[in-house]
């Protein structure tokens, strides 16, 4: 069974620039995945941050980026605020109606 | 203003049939533009997809849960709704319903774009 895989943590400097990925143990990402990315924070629903690879959802600010890198999808956070700190994860779209979501990153602004 | 609402019961014993229903509000369910679909989270862990629910009754599920989930629609109430069997205390986690955007007026999205509260469904002898 393919799993989609996250960096489990990551760290970033408040205004520095962290790029989280989302790959494949067998394969590549691409954007007929339909890459989306998700922000939780403790106790929260997940929020929308990306769709469709590249595409903001409404109301998040343009810091936030998705890409594809290579054979991964990509997060890119520039200029990074404390608020940031969270748990980001990534989705893609399997076909024949199936998502898989990864494991998720556990982001620490400081 | 669309909403999302799960409700169900916050208890379930070891190997009885857990059962959680979405109350979706704003909208309707009674779509093709739409994908209906759980999540659950257990207690420190990451989410996990379930499976969704188009509008018509056909239903997709997570491979790894496939025997035990059945999702089930009913677009007269405007809610869907989440059973497993079984349930163990591996079952114990916080279960979202969600709205799947499947398209716009020109491309195909398939992505997660609304999320209910959560409810947390423990279970437990």
């Known amino acids: 069974q393919t799993v989609v895989t996250q960096e489990p943590s990551f760290s970033v400097s408040p205004g520095g620039t962290v790029t989280l990925t989302c790959g494949l143990s067998s394969g590549s990402v691409s954007t007929s995945n339909y890459p989306s990315w998700y922000q939780q924070t403790p106790g929260q629903s997940p929020r929308t941050l990306i769709y469709r690879t590249n595409i903001r959802s409404s109301g998040v600010p343009d810091r936030f980026s998705g890409s594809i890198l290579g054979n991964k999808a990509a997060l890119t956070i520039t200029g990074a605020q404390a608020d940031d700190e969270s748990d980001y994860y990534c989705v893609l779209y399997w076909g024949g109606g199936l998502w898989v979501f990864g494991g998720g990153t556990k982001l620490t602004v400081l | 203003h669309l909403q999302l609402q799960e409700s169900g019961p916050g208890l379930v014993k070891p190997s009885e049939t857990l059962s959680l229903t979405c109350t979706v509000s704003?909208?309707?369910?009674?779509?093709?533009?739409?994908?209906w679909g759980w999540i659950r989270q257990p207690p420190g862990k990451g989410l996990e997809w379930i499976g969704v629910i188009y509008y018509s009754g056909s239903t997709y599920y997570n491979p790894s849960l496939k025997s035990r989930v059945t999702l089930s629609v009913d677009t007269s109430k405007n809610h869907f709704s989440l059973k497993v069997l079984s349930v163990t205390v591996a079952d114990t986690a916080v279960y979202y319903c969600?709205?799947?955007?499947?398209?716009?007026?020109?491309?195909?999205?398939?992505?997660?774009?609304?999320w209910g509260q959560g409810t947390l469904v423990t279970v437990s002898s």
């Open positions: 969600a709205r799947v955007l499947r398209k716009d007026s020109s491309d195909l999205l398939y992505y997660f774009d609304h």
């Open positions: 704003g909208d309707s369910i009674n779509s093709d533009t739409y994908f």
